[in-house]
């Protein structure tokens, strides 16, 4: 294999670029053509995974697509579009297991910004290819390896290896230079350096999003789930634009706000010293205005004349080092699947709510007027019903998913056990709570875990009412209650901030009360004269044995 790629087009590639391929040239890409569309896996460990992911498609593209056609959310298309996407990042992750135990940085940014060549210069190495025109079509990871070299996932997921001049030729002007567009089949580049400077990181170069009137959701949607699936992202703007687009600023607040993230400023320099400070506190302000937290804004330069420029970028990179780099794969297939089974759980609480309205209807309908309203009372009873028996389906299935993952994960040496829904809740960086919320899932309500915090202990109050919320979440009896905490995301960074401030013991309860809870409750149990609305209520808020409980704390119910 070649050591290292031309990064740029050869002079003489461009002046061939409206004449035929030269033969070899043509006996070269048919070569590459047909590894990259070989569906044999090269051995039978490749075998077993490619079996494995097969049968996961098949779980989804058969029996969640039956499931669907029976009963669905309005969202479940980009459910489902979800799931392929997430599939096909997963396929790329077993073929490459290498990935595992790195901490992924994602480096985006418009087209043509420079994401490739901070990279080339970052491992002081030409192994990207760059161009002044739009030129990375495929993701390409880059990583320590012990020798140098490339390889990519073909069309099926099979891993194939590239020489340098054939990685260096699947650019997005292919077709002009090679009569070929190979770089579309690939779903996936990996390049191999031995002087990879950060062991315990990989780099994913992402093709660039277009911007402005090209732009399509499309795009802006492939750019983002691959910098989610990252540890961090590095952020690429030219400096010379002077300020951050809206583009940019779109994406990078749809970006998981504890994902650490950096903006590099590319280009420096093509600007005088002087301007580099004032357009660095320029984009600083931007974000801050926008309320976009990032660890710092760089400037760096490609130019070897300004190597000094990236070394606070290379300290950066050294700390990143340290992140957790868990593959989050289990984490977005069970948000998928919550998705689908809360959208379930809404429809059929809608029906539901149409049956007790139509049943007191049905109270003072002429007898004679029964037989035409009785059927629309068994219509809203069967679409509860289907509900609930789609949702029991939905439960099954997702457990194949999940023990099928898990089985897939045993083989590429990475565990991928099907994670609880408290653990979707996003508590950001907060490794202490993250652990306490996980040790609560595993024990009965009531009980403090024995990696509680030690100050925790001594303020039962507030234990006690993150305890009845995740004992909420958790019953499998009040499925509902789960999604309404879920999106009520605030519980857990409160919570976080009642166990953060022990002295204040009513912090917990005056959270409830500011989220609306007790309120509604006390309304409700004021309404003596309509008794029996009060308990429809609270079960409409969903949240009552919580609210209810914290009222009977403070006296004010019954
Ligand atoms: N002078 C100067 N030019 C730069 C610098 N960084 C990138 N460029 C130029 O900008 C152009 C685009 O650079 P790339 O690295 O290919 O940009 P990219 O973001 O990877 O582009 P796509 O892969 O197409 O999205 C090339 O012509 C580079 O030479 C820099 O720091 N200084
Ligand atoms: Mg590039």
């Known amino acids: ?46 075998q077993q995974r490619h079996d494995g992911i097969e049968r996961l498609r098949k779980l989804l593209e058969t029996d969640l697509l039956a499931l669907s056609r029976r009963a669905s959310p309005d969202d479940f298309a980009d459910i489902y579009l979800g799931f392929l996407a997430e599939i096909e990042r997963f396929a790329a992750f077993c073929a490459y297991p290498e990935l595992s135990g790195r901490a992924l940085v994602a480096v985006g940014g418009g087209f043509s910004v420079g994401k490739s060549s901070l990279l080339n210069a970052l491992i002081g190495a030409s192994v990207l290819p760059v161009q002044i025109d739009p030129t990375t079509t495929l993701p390409a990871y880059v990583l320590a390896a012990p020798t140098d070299g490339v390889c990519a996932l073909n069309l099926y997921a099979q891993r194939i290896e590239l020489n340098a001049a054939e990685f260096a030729s699947l650019t997005h002007d292919e077709r002009e230079r090679h009569g070929t567009q190979i770089g579309r089949l690939l779903q996936a580049a990996f390049v191999g350096r031995s002087t990879f400077p950060w062991p315990r990181l990989a780099f994913i170069d992402t093709p660039g999003f277009r911007a402005g009137t090209l732009g399509t959701q499309a795009d802006a949607a492939r750019a983002q789930m691959q910098l989610d699936a990252a540890q961090a992202v590095l952020w690429v703007l030219p400096i010379k634009q002077g300020t951050v687009p809206e583009t940019d600023l779109a994406l990078l607040a749809r970006l998981r706000p504890e994902q650490p993230k950096l903006i590099v400023l590319s280009g420096a320099d093509l600007v005088p010293e002087a301007d580099r400070e004032r357009i660095v506190a320029q984009v600083q302000q931007v974000l801050r205005t926008r309320n976009l937290a990032v660890q710092a804004v760089l400037p760096v330069s490609r130019q070897p004349k300004y190597r000094a420029l990236l070394e606070p970028l290379a300290a950066q990179l050294e700390s990143w080092q340290a992140l957790a780099h868990d593959a989050r794969f289990a984490h977005r297939f069970k948000a998928l699947f919550v998705r689908y089974a809360r959208g379930l759980q809404a429809e059929r609480q809608a029906a539901e709510l149409e049956r007790h309205h139509l049943n007191r209807l049905l109270t003072l309908v002429p007898e004679a007027a029964l037989p035409d309203a009785l059927p629309l ?182």
């Open 1 to 46: 294999m070649q050591a290292s790629p031309s990064p740029s087009p050869s002079p003489s590639s461009d002046s061939n670029s409206d004449s035929a391929p030269a033969e070899p040239d043509r006996a070269a890409r048919l070569h590459l053509l047909a590894r990259a569309t070989d569906p044999l896996p090269a051995s039978a460990l490749e």
């Open 377 to 558: 009372r068994q219509a809203a009873d069967a679409r509860s019903q289907l509900r609930a028996a789609v949702l029991t389906e939905l439960d099954t299935l997702r457990n194949r998913f999940f023990t099928e993952l898990a089985q897939i994960g045993q083989a590429v040496g990475v565990a991928l056990p099907q994670p609880h829904e408290i653990d979707l809740i996003d508590i950001g960086g907060e490794p202490r709570l993250r652990a306490y919320l996980a040790a609560l899932a595993q024990q009965p309500a009531g009980a403090t875990p024995a990696s509680a915090p030690a100050s925790a202990a001594a303020h039962a109050s507030q234990i006690q009412a993150l305890h009845r919320a995740l004992h909420v979440l958790r019953q499998p009896a009040a499925p509902t209650h789960a999604p309404g905490l879920l999106r009520r995301q605030r519980l857990a960074p409160t919570a976080l901030a009642a166990l953060r401030q022990p002295a204040t013991p009513t912090h917990a309860p005056r959270l409830l009360r500011r989220q609306r809870l007790a309120p509604t409750a006390l309304a409700a149990l004021r309404q003596s004269a309509a008794p029996t609305h009060a308990p429809g209520l609270l079960r409409r808020q969903r949240l009552a044995p919580t609210a209810l409980s914290v009222l009977q704390t403070q006296g004010a119910a019954p």
